[in-house]
């Protein structure tokens, strides 16, 4: 297995990642910390997958997409973390004024799990931000430690993947996503 991570333009890739099996559900389609949360509460049905089509037509697109040959196996969801509600959460600090990317979601399809693409994404992510002349980028996982994750809410990342792949613990935050707290790890691409 060859693992590709490629920015996520192509709409029914990132469809087949994060779209509902029924038009008219309601899924997040990873916009909850995208877009501003009236905006985010709005949108229903298929006026979801139409904002995200328009994201993949945008510079820079809305991620960035694993794919296993030509399947798209997993997605990972990274911007400025000035176009993210990150960049006004009272949860998550701001350790310093760089215009840092964001990385928040990390999702690899049922059956590809276990088998390395959530770390191929998180450095296609890393890469994908470098690209995009980001002079750092951050992450929010849940620190866990030994505990067992629930799949649902693991979309956040652990904190012993990103710290695997050269991030390092920048601050604690008050936010707690399925009974363990996150932390704001950071890696400096400058």
């Not at 333009?9 to 990132?14: A, N, Q, R």
């Not at 009236?38 to 037509?57: H, M, S």
């Not at 601050?171 to 707690?176: E, W």
Request: aromatic share 8%.
């Amino acid at each position: 297995m060859s693992i590709e991570v490629r920015p996520a333009s192509v709409f029914e890739d990132v469809q087949a990642l994060l779209g509902p099996k029924s038009p008219d559900a309601n899924v997040c389609w990873c916009l909850s910390y995208r877009i501003p949360s009236k905006l985010n509460g709005e949108l229903r049905g298929p006026a979801r997958g139409a904002y995200v089509t328009e994201l993949c037509r945008r510079q820079p697109p809305p991620g960035v997409l694993a794919y296993d040959g030509d399947e798209p196996v997993g997605w990972a969801a990274v911007a400025p973390r000035s176009d993210t509600a990150f960049a006004r959460s009272r949860r998550i600090p701001h350790v310093d004024d760089l215009p840092v990317w964001s990385l928040w979601c990390v999702r690899v399809r049922p059956g590809h799990r276990k088998k390395g693409i959530s770390h191929a994404l998180i450095a296609g992510a890393v890469e994908f931000a470098r690209s995009q002349g980001a002079p750092a980028i951050e992450a929010y996982p849940l620190d866990n430690g030994a505990a067992r994750v629930d799949m649902t809410m693991a979309y956040a990342g652990i904190r012993k993947n990103f710290e695997r792949a050269g991030f390092t613990y920048a601050a604690d935050t008050t936010s707690v996503l399925a009974g363990h707290p996150r932390v704001l790890m950071r890696l400096d691409l400058r």
